[in-house]
């Protein structure tokens, strides 16, 4: 098991590009979540999936973000017409569907987005 | 009341110390309590989490005392080290929203 993985790691964009970040959770973790975090501030919460369905999304989330789950297994998350806002660390976690370890999230190491 | 309130910003303690972290929280419906340790250009990690009914935890160096009447809980790290300096997060969730809310952090720097 090799963890949360996150690609790409680094991704430098002009304003008004669209750009798409991929992560696979850990395997067989029915949880995934996506996270943004901006420098000296704690992660805060963009949508969680469990399995393919997205359960939950913060009002963080405008209309130009997107998540998807198709199959369950990895997400993306796609960020269009980007705006110098954006520039933050898109962190994802992932975790098991029950029991007491249903609350452990995993964090990946996290795509840093910036946009010129 | 979704807030996770952390103190100090940042905090600085020699070798050997046992540096202290505070969070508060106003929530009541949440029940889990973890913290994560992060370091530059890194994920958070998992550290050691705790719930309601229990007034402490301990795992290795680290301990999590939790006060459910004052809405409170914070992180002790025992003989500290040089290579425990990171970011400390605390955070909280609730059975109804898996999501966590995240204080805003703690530098901690253990000087040798």
């Known amino acids: 098991d090799t963890g949360v993985s996150q690609d790409p790691r680094h991704k430098i964009t002009k304003r008004g590009q669209n750009v798409t970040f991929r992560c696979d959770p850990i395997?067989?973790?029915?949880?995934l979540y996506w996270y943004r975090q901006t420098l000296g501030q704690g992660p805060e919460f963009l949508t969680y999936?469990?399995?393919?369905?997205?359960?939950?999304k913060s009002r963080l989330l405008s209309d130009r973000f997107s998540a998807e789950r198709p199959k369950g297994s990895f997400s993306t998350l796609e960020i269009q017409r980007t705006e110098q806002g954006d520039s933050a660390m898109y962190l994802c976690?992932?975790?098991?569907?029950?029991?007491?370890?249903?609350?452990?999230?995993?964090f990946g190491p996290g795509t840093r987005l910036t946009v010129t | 009341q979704q807030q996770v309130k952390q103190s100090p910003q940042s905090l600085i303690v020699q070798k050997g110390g046992i540096p202290i972290i505070n969070c508060a929280y106003e929530?009541?419906?949440?029940?889990?309590f973890p913290w994560y340790q992060q370091f530059p250009g890194k994920g958070p990690a998992l550290l050691i989490a705790?719930?309601?009914?229990?007034s402490e935890k301990k795992e290795g160096r680290f301990t999590i005392s939790f006060n459910k009447s004052a809405k409170q809980f914070s992180l002790h790290i025992m003989d500290s080290q040089p290579g425990d300096s990171a970011t400390y997060f605390c955070?909280?969730?609730?059975?109804?929203?898996?999501?966590?809310?995240f204080g805003s952090g703690t530098r901690l720097l253990v000087r040798p």
């Open positions: 395997s067989e973790h029915n949880r």
């Open positions: 705790i719930r309601p009914d229990v």
């Open positions: 955070a909280a969730a609730m059975d109804s929203s898996y999501k966590l809310i």
């Open positions: 999936f469990q399995n393919e369905a997205q359960l939950e």
């Open positions: 929530n009541t419906a949440f029940d889990y």
């Open positions: 976690a992932s975790s098991s569907l029950g029991g007491p370890s249903s609350y452990e999230q995993y």
